[in-house]
Nanobody, 118 residues
Framework: QVQLVESGGGLVQPGGSLRLSCTAS????????MVWYRQPPGRQRELVAL???????VYGDSVKGRFIISRDDAKNTAYLQMNSLEPKDTAVYYC????????????WGQGTQVTVSS
């Protein structure tokens, strides 16, 4: 059974930083690309960043230069380091696993709330 568990969300002041974690179990992490999405209140879900199983990264335009995605295959964990946070970054953040060795099947985490406010 595949599980994705996100952690690290919370309340932070503008200009602050947070690091989100997404730990996977029940899948072959080394064959998996990891993706972070977010859904701001009243808006559609949007891509934040992704990291492939080979370590290539892609970022959404709104977070380039501020957020960094990384992975630790030994810990089956993907991270999203969020710096210079702004109120517009307030959203529920979700991670998604794409397992390439399983027909690119996708699995989602439950989401973690990030609120940027003074």
């Amino acid at each position: 059974q595949v599980q994705l568990v996100e952690s690290g969300g919370g309340l932070v002041q503008p200009g602050g930083s947070l690091r989100l974690s997404c730990t996977a179990s029940g899948l072959r992490f080394s064959d998996t690309s990891m993706v972070w999405y977010r859904q701001p209140p009243g808006r559609q879900r949007e891509l934040v960043a992704l990291i492939t199983n080979l370590g290539s990264t892609v970022y959404g335009d709104s977070v380039k230069g501020r957020f960094i995605i990384s992975r630790d295959d030994a810990k089956n964990t993907a991270y999203l380091q969020m710096n210079s946070l702004e109120p517009k970054d307030t959203a529920v953040y979700y991670c998604k696993a794409v397992v390439h060795s399983d027909g690119h099947r996708e699995y989602w985490g439950q989401g973690t709330q990030v609120t940027v406010s003074s």
